[in-house]
Structures are given as structure tokens and as C-alpha cells.
């Protein structure tokens, strides 16, 4: 999306461009976070991603977005995402290398399991994070892939002094009401609803207890 045609449809979202600020500023800060935007389907959602993109240095951005065609495919949209770190999956613990490996048919390998992939996309991320904060935006989220869903909830509810920031966006009644919401540890931000005097809630992070080391 073109970014000056994305500031123009932001007209009267300083909340919400605002939160999206703080959860990068926060990931600065090591303070890693999550953010769901969740509205009607549009073009509002992307833009405030975008918006957010725009200008922003010093940080590594990785990006994916759900696929229909691509969402009956485990893992499909989480190796979009690492692709570009995929060469720090050498820096891992052995078992979740092999593992992340495996589920991206990188390896003639089975698929094994999944919390190891779980737990390597979560090391992989904080490695990355060792140079430079990490923003990970995720695009039409309503349609990724279960398996991926579930690395990057994983994922999220574990950030703590980790430089990583999630930043999804999806439909209304999809992804962030169906699946995301029995997560406490989830920021939410506003509805991406016309603008009104009263936005929606946002919740704060209850993390959950520091990961321990595997492999």
C-alpha cells in the first residue's frame, strides 16, 4: 500500500496510531509485546500497519500475511515470516533447530514436535532481537495457517525482556475474537470501526512465566 495514501485514510485514528507507537517503543525498550487491530474488512487495518512501517529505523521488520489458499499448509505463513533469519537458526539449541527445520521441510526429517517449533520460533525471534528490536507484522491473520496461529500465540504470550513486538491485524469476529481471545496475556487495540467517541477497551499483558531453556 502506498504510505501517503495510507496517512490519508488515518484520518482521526491518533489512538490507535498512538498504541501501535507505544508497542514499538516499548519493544525498544525491552519490553516485547503483542497487538491485535481487529475491524470490518477494509483497507483501515493495513493502513495503520503501514503507517506504522513508514519511516521506522533501526528496526528489523519481518512480515507475513494469511493466505487463503495457503492456510490448509502448517506452517506456511510462520516461514514466511523467518525466512529472512532463517541463517540464526544455527545459533539454536540442536533439538529446536531440528525441529524448525523438519516443520519447514527443510530436513528429510518427520515433523516432530510442535512445542519444539514453538519454542525455536520464540529463540529465533529473541536472537534476531540481539541486534536490532524486531517488529513481526502479520496481514489478514484471519487467514493464516492453524499451525503457524499457534506458534505466534505461543510466542506471544511468553514476551517479556525480549526486543520483539507482534503487531497482527484481521477481521472482526476472526482471529482476534476466536482465537486470540482466551489469551490473557494479549493487548488489544481499538476496533478499526469509523471513529467515535468511545473506543474499545485495551487490556494490559499478564505475563506468563520466563521460558526455560531446551535442547
Not at 518427520?110 to 528490536?133: C, I, K, M, N
Request: proline share 7%; aromatic share 6%.
Amino acid at each position: 500500500m502506498d504510505c501517503a495514501y495510507a496517512s490519508g485514510m488515518l484520518h482521526g485514528r491518533e489512538r490507535e496510531r498512538e498504541r501501535l507507537a507505544v508497542l514499538l517503543n516499548d519493544a525498544r525498550d525491552s519490553r516485547g509485546g503483542a497487538l491485535v487491530v481487529s475491524g470490518q474488512p477494509g483497507v483501515v487495518k493495513t493502513a495503520l500497519l503501514a503507517d506504522l512501517i513508514e519511516g521506522v529505523e533501526g528496526v528489523h521488520i519481518l512480515r507475513t500475511q494469511g493466505i487463503e489458499s495457503e492456510s490448509p499448509l502448517p506452517f506456511a505463513a510462520l516461514q514466511r515470516l523467518l525466512r529472512p533469519v532463517r541463517r540464526l537458526v544455527e545459533a539454536l539449541p540442536a533439538r529446536q533447530a531440528t525441529a524448525l527445520r523438519a516443520a519447514f521441510g527443510e530436513t528429510d526429517a518427520a515433523a516432530g514436535d510442535r512445542f519444539l517449533v514453538f519454542l525455536a520460533t520464540l529463540s529465533l525471534l529473541a536472537e534476531a532481537a540481539e541486534d536490532s528490536p524486531v517488529l513481526c507484522v502479520v496481514d489478514d491473520a484471519h487467514w493464516l495457517d492453524e499451525a503457524s496461529t499457534a506458534a505466534l500465540l505461543f510466542v506471544a504470550r511468553r514476551l517479556g525482556p525480549e526486543r520483539v513486538a507482534l503487531l497482527f491485524a484481521a477481521r472482526d469476529g476472526t482471529f482476534a475474537d476466536s482465537r486470540a481471545a482466551s489469551c490473557p496475556s494479549w493487548w488489544w487495540a481499538a476496533s478499526t470501526r469509523p471513529p467515535r467517541p468511545a473506543c474499545s477497551p485495551i487490556r494490559p499483558v499478564r505475563r506468563s512465566p520466563a521460558r526455560s531453556g531446551t535442547g
